[in-house]
């Protein structure tokens, strides 16, 4: 569910976790769901479906989005911008912006926009999830974008993991020298809290990670899980 503390801000627990204090009932889990999905779906792929303008960076109206989302969706007649702002700022993966009355997606997109995020401060390792079958193809061909705009690529070992265990049972985890590409002239933006974006990465910047696989819990695999 989704609070808000009236001292520390939003949070998606019971309590809030650094008072304890019970706080401002916001929505519902199954609200932030519904929610979460509509925003990612209308952010990343089909603002036109709810009468929506997307700029070029992908930024739009906040509360055009509001209005749209009551009209199609009775049960979010009650709607209002601290929703959206709590639902930004206490997303796990860091995937929306706010600002100045604006609302975007920081990563995921199906359509065009150029999104101007952040490139310094990139670790000089990211991970990327694969198969068996592609390992030995991405190894020559490198990673471009398929049904994204941009090539997704993992902060950490355990993200890219649980990353592709959303579409393989077993996935393989590319080790990516991004180090190395940035300084070839590769250009990666930090898209989320856990997730950095590029065009491509050339092929001599990949490598298998000989790391042992742990396996997730099985709630983590769902094929469903908005990434």
């Not at 089909?46 to 009468?51: S, T, V, W």
């Not at 709590?86 to 997109?109: I, N």
């Not at 070992?157 to 592709?164: H, I, K, T």
Request: charged share 30%; proline share 6%; hydrophobic share 35%.
């Amino acid at each position: 569910m989704l609070k808000e503390c009236g001292s520390h801000g939003y949070f998606r627990e019971e309590y809030c976790p650094v008072c304890g204090s019970e706080a401002k009932f916001l929505l519902n889990d199954q609200e932030v769901e519904l929610l979460g999905r509509t925003m990612a779906g209308v952010l990343r792929h089909f603002p036109e479906r709810y009468g929506l303008e997307m700029d070029g960076h992908g930024w739009i109206d906040l509360r055009d989005f509001i209005t749209a989302v009551q009209l199609r969706n009775r049960r979010f007649r009650f709607l209002r911008p601290h929703h959206i702002a709590g639902l930004v700022e206490t997303d796990p993966k860091g995937r929306y912006q706010s600002l100045d009355g604006k609302l975007r997606a920081t990563y995921g997109h199906s359509v065009d926009a150029d999104i101007d995020l952040p490139t310094d401060n990139i670790p000089d390792l990211l991970f990327y999830p694969t198969t068996e079958e592609e390992f030995h193809l991405l190894a020559e061909a490198g990673l471009r974008p398929s049904d994204r705009r941009m090539v997704h690529l993992s902060a950490t070992y355990e993200a890219a993991l649980e990353a592709g265990h959303v579409r393989w049972q077993n996935p393989v985890i590319l080790e990516v020298n991004a180090k190395g590409a940035r300084d070839a002239g590769v250009v990666i933006h930090k898209a989320g809290k856990t997730v950095y974006t590029t065009k491509e990465v050339p092929g001599e910047f990949l490598s298998r990670s000989q790391r042992v696989e742990e396996e997730l819990p099985t709630s983590e695999k769902a094929p469903d899980s908005p990434a």
